[in-house]
Nanobody, 115 residues
């Protein structure tokens, strides 16, 4: 059974930083594409960043230069380092793993950025 457990969310002031973690089990982690998504109230879920099995990264323009996606295959864990946070970053953040035609999702973690 594939399980993704997200952690690291919380309340921070604008300009602060958080690191989100996504711990995976029950899957060949190193072969998966990791994606971070977020959904703010009243908005559609949007893709924030991805990292391939080979380490290639992509970012939404809204977070480029502020967020960094990474992975530690030895720990079966993905990360999203968020810096210079803005109130518009407030959302529930979700981790996803993709392998072939299968997609798996974490439970989400709340990030709230105050002015």
């Amino acid at each position: 059974q594939v399980q993704l457990v997200e952690s690291g969310g919380g309340l921070v002031q604008a300009g602060g930083s958080l690191r989100l973690s996504c711990a995976a089990s029950g899957i060949t982690f190193s072969s998966c594409i990791i994606g971070w998504y977020r959904q703010a109230p009243g908005k559609q879920r949007e893709l924030v960043a991805t990292i391939s099995s080979g380490g290639t990264t992509n970012y939404a323009s809204s977070v480029k230069g502020r967020f960094t996606i990474s992975r530690d295959n030895a720990k079966n864990t993905g990360y999203l380092q968020m810096s210079n946070l803005k109130p518009e970053d407030t959302a529930v953040y979700y981790c996803s793993l993709s392998r072939y035609f299968n997609n798996y999702w974490g439970q989400g973690t709340q990030v709230t950025v105050s002015s």
